[in-house]
């Protein structure tokens, strides 16, 4: 009888799972299918889309790209996140070497320090930066986008590649110093090496909330042939806000890059923050 009843818990269980499971999917999926769908409607029928587009077309597509100069939107977005990415990895990975490798006076101390910095909300320095940015005459360059970037997202990839690396074992590096390879050659030659997954980890991580970032884009650079894609979009939505299939294509065109992205490397993206936030 108590097996029967163990037998019928497990499986109530495993149904409630997949119900939330089912739920999840539907309430995070159904709003890209709308989307989706209402990029390929044609505009007399858009206030009568359900889940699949009314009178296809890609006109829609064709008109987003050339009223929001999507190129050059792209080039912008590709040269502050490639450009984020490079600086987050660099000084990061050497920062959680530093941490995980070395002991030195107060170790500890700044690496918490530095983690603390996670629990601040970007939006409470946005005052401050936007200040320094006008007196650096930063404002509407490149720079005023990635030094922030760089900044708030630097303490979490350190976080994770610290505790990443601390899984690899230290006989590895003591037989590399045994051969003569200096602390910079164990770090560049074999350190960064055997983590590769937690450095792609980072780099999707960082590349995915900064492509989307909104406020800070919008507001450092007003400039619009410097402006990143959320800004651009945003632009479109003050200009266009009625036409809600030009609004979706337009959503679709700067979400593809990422998509794909994450996509393909979401195996790497799982595997690197799992090691980095659960070992160490």
């Given at each position: 009888m108590k097996k029967e009843i163990k037998k019928d818990m497990k499986i109530t269980g495993r149904i409630f799972k997949w119900l939330v499971l089912v739920i999840s999917t539907i309430f995070f999926i159904y709003p890209v299918i709308y989307t989706l769908s209402m990029s390929f409607t044609s505009k007399r029928a858009q206030y009568f889309l359900v889940l699949w587009p009314?009178?296809?077309?890609?006109?829609?597509?064709?008109?987003?790209?050339?009223?929001?100069?999507?190129?050059?939107?792209?080039?912008?977005?590709?040269?502050?996140?490639?450009?984020?990415?490079?600086?987050?990895?660099?000084?990061?990975?050497?920062?959680?070497?530093?941490?995980?490798?070395?002991?030195?006076?107060?170790?500890?101390?700044?690496?918490?320090?530095?983690?603390?910095?996670?629990?601040?909300?970007?939006?409470?320095?946005?005052?401050?930066?936007?200040?320094?940015?006008?007196?650096?005459?930063?404002?509407?360059?490149?720079?005023?986008?990635?030094?922030?970037?760089?900044?708030?997202?630097?303490?979490?990839?350190?976080?994770?590649?610290?505790?990443?690396?601390?899984?690899?074992?230290?006989?590895?590096?003591?037989?590399?110093?045994?051969?003569?390879?200096?602390?910079?050659?164990?770090?560049?030659r074999i350190t960064l090496p055997l983590s590769k997954s937690a450095l792609g980890a980072v780099t999707i991580f960082t590349a995915l909330a900064w492509w989307n970032e909104y406020l800070f884009a919008s507001v450092f650079i007003t400039n619009n042939k410097m402006q990143t894609i959320p800004a651009g979009i945003g632009r479109i939505i003050g200009t266009y806000w009625m036409d809600y299939t030009l609004l979706s294509a337009a959503l679709i065109i700067a979400l593809i890059p990422m998509l794909i992205v994450y996509l393909v490397f979401q195996r790497t993206f799982i595997k690197g923050v799992v090691a980095g936030a659960i070992k160490g």
């Open positions: 009314l009178e296809p077309t890609i006109t829609n597509y064709i008109e987003a790209i050339k009223r929001s100069n999507i190129l050059s939107l792209y080039k912008n977005s590709i040269i502050v996140t490639g450009a984020t990415v490079i600086l987050v990895l660099i000084v990061s990975s050497m920062a959680a070497y530093a941490f995980a490798r070395k002991k030195f006076f107060g170790s500890n101390f700044f690496f918490y320090l530095i983690f603390l910095a996670l629990i601040i909300p970007p939006i409470s320095v946005f005052i401050p930066l936007l200040v320094q940015l006008k007196n650096y005459h930063l404002i509407n360059t490149y720079w005023a986008l990635i030094f922030p970037y760089t900044t708030i997202s630097v303490p979490f990839a350190t976080f994770i590649l610290r505790n990443f690396f601390k899984t690899i074992p230290v006989e590895i590096e003591e037989a590399a110093k045994i051969d003569g390879c200096n602390d910079f050659q164990i770090f560049y």
